[in-house]
């Protein structure tokens, strides 16, 4: 099972940018689909943006259309999460899960994105 590492959060202002990675630990990264999910203190984990194995297909949350991207380095291993125009709301812990056969398998710890208002 592949491991999964969230790393790029930290503080930042309200209307300002952040970018997540995730790295994962095996060299079949490009066999797996990959996520960014969400997750508020007492609410649902929600899906944030996806992306397919090749990167050619992308599906967004309408909550951050237009706002966020999903990209995926598959010679690093790595999948990102550029996100701009962050706002208080987007306080949550973020989770890049990997995914096969369209169920997401495996989960990383997750990166804290806090804004400050």
């Known amino acids: 099972q592949v491991q999964l590492v969230e790393s790029g959060g930290g503080l930042v202002q309200a209307g300002g940018s952040l970018r997540l990675s995730c790295a994962a630990s095996?060299?079949?990264?490009?066999?797996?689909?990959m996520g960014w999910f969400r997750q508020a203190p007492g609410k649902e984990r929600e899906f944030v943006a996806g992306?397919?194995?090749?990167?050619?297909?992308?599906r967004y949350a309408d909550s951050v259309k237009g706002r966020f991207t999903i990209s995926r380095d598959n010679v690093k291993n790595t999948v990102y999460l550029l996100m701009n125009s962050l706002h208080p709301a987007h306080t949550p812990v973020y989770y890049c899960?990997?995914?096969?056969?369209?169920?997401?398998?495996?989960w990383g710890q997750g990166t804290q994105v806090p804004v400050s208002s």
């Open positions: 992306i397919s194995r090749s990167g050619g297909s992308r």
């Open positions: 899960p990997a995914g096969v056969g369209g169920s997401y398998v495996s």
């Open positions: 095996r060299r079949t990264f490009n066999s797996y689909d």
